[in-house]
C-alpha cells in the first residue's frame, strides 16, 4: 500500500518531531528518495541541530546505518531535502511519512509490555489541523 502512494505521489514529506524516532523515518525515505528519483522527499524534524547534520557537507549524520550515508550523498539536494520548516513542508505534501518514538507504557493497561501510542495520536490531531 505505501509503495502504491508512493509512487502516485509527487511529494512525500517525512515529519519529525522532538520525540521523533528518526532513526527509522529517516533512513526510510532516503531510501524512497534513492529509489524513487522523481519523487521530492522532504525530512522535516523540529531540531535544527539534526537537520543541521543532515545538511553537513562533510555527510556527519546524526545516525549511522550501514550505506546510509552513499543514499543521502546520491539524493540529496537532487530529490531529497531536510528542512526544518515543518507547516511549509507540510502544505507541499501530498503524502506524509510520520515516525515518531512508540516507547513502552509505564502505566495502565498493558504496562511494560504495550507500546505507549500518545505521540502517534498527538500527530494525527495535528495534522487534522491541515
Not at 545538511?55 to 537532487?78: A, Q, T
Amino acid at each position: 500500500m505505501l509503495a502504491t502512494l508512493v509512487r502516485a505521489s509527487s511529494r512525500v514529506l517525512a515529519h519529525f518531531s522532538q520525540c521523533s524516532d528518526i532513526a527509522l523515518g529517516g533512513p526510510t525515505c532516503a531510501v524512497i528518495a534513492l529509489k524513487c528519483p522523481h519523487i521530492k522527499v522532504t525530512i522535516v524534524d523540529l531540531s535544527q541541530s539534526r537537520i543541521d547534520a543532515w545538511n553537513s557537507e562533510d555527510f556527519k549524520l546524526p545516525i549511522y546505518e550501514p550505506g546510509l550515508e552513499e543514499v543521502v550523498k546520491e539524493s540529496r539536494g537532487r530529490n531529497l531535502f531536510f528542512s526544518t520548516d515543518v507547516d511549509g513542508a507540510i502544505l507541499e505534501a501530498d503524502l506524509i511519512f510520520v515516525s515518531v518514538n512508540t516507547p513502552t507504557k509505564k502505566s495502565g493497561v498493558g504496562a511494560g509490555y504495550a507500546a505507549d501510542l500518545k505521540y502517534v495520536v498527538y500527530h494525527q490531531q495535528i495534522s487534522l489541523c491541515f
